[in-house]
């Protein structure tokens, strides 16, 4: 039986409404952290123009495989073994990535590698968007995510949610420009950086509507 993730089925929509516009002028998107597969294969069949890199941690692809092969798209690629801290990353040159509910149960290091693995694989102009609760200068939006973190630590003191303004300092770092914070279900954000400077591609989003 392949494995389910009920956050995955409540998040895809308001995630997909923000890809199409973010991925807008992308050809392939790198998954980091595809857990089950359930966006992979979701993000994919909506936006059938892009070609969708699943990958996840090694040992950790057959719920992957799972959902892929039931679906049997044509523009997901068999998922791939990532461990954002050991380079090289197994992927050509990407236009955008995308990670969801990832950086909270990394460790800070691990954060450093994802956004420097990012920098180094995505192209200039790509779009990078990552998904999770975030706090804002070491406070928390609400008191749910307060416990949220606090059981993260208690199971392994390096998780935990990250400041969105250390996550942007990051970035900037890694030469990723930050496009703006997006709003999304049950106190969650979704972050989105540019590669570089931020591009003018107008408004169109790939469901030819405009703003």
């Not at 044509?74 to 990532?82: D, F, K, S, Y």
């Amino acid at each position: 039986m392949k494995p389910h993730s009920e956050a995955s089925e409540r998040n895809k929509g308001p995630i997909l409404a923000v890809l199409r516009r973010a991925f807008a002028h992308a050809a392939q998107v790198l998954e980091i952290g595809s857990g089950t597969g359930q966006h992979a294969v979701f993000f994919a069949a909506a936006l059938p123009d892009l070609v969708w890199q699943p990958s996840e941690m090694p040992g950790r692809l057959e719920g992957i495989r799972q959902w892929t092969a039931e679906t049997g798209l044509a523009n997901v690629l068999p998922p791939i073994e990532l461990d954002v801290c050991v380079r090289p990353w197994l992927v050509a040159e990407v236009d955008a990535v995308f990670s969801a509910n990832t950086a909270h149960i990394m460790s800070w290091p691990q954060v450093l590698c994802l956004f420097e693995g990012v920098s180094e694989v995505l192209s200039g102009g790509g779009a990078f968007c990552l998904y999770g609760p975030f706090r804002s200068e070491g406070a928390f939006d609400t008191e749910s995510n307060r416990r949220f973190d606090a059981m993260l630590r208690r199971e392994q003191p390096s998780m935990g949610l990250r400041d969105r303004e250390a996550l942007i300092d990051t970035a900037a770092a890694n030469g990723l420009s930050f496009v703006r914070e997006h709003a999304m279900p049950a106190n969650n954000r979704l972050l989105e950086w540019r590669k570089g400077d931020i591009p003018d591609f107008g408004s169109t989003d790939r469901s030819g509507e405009q703003d």
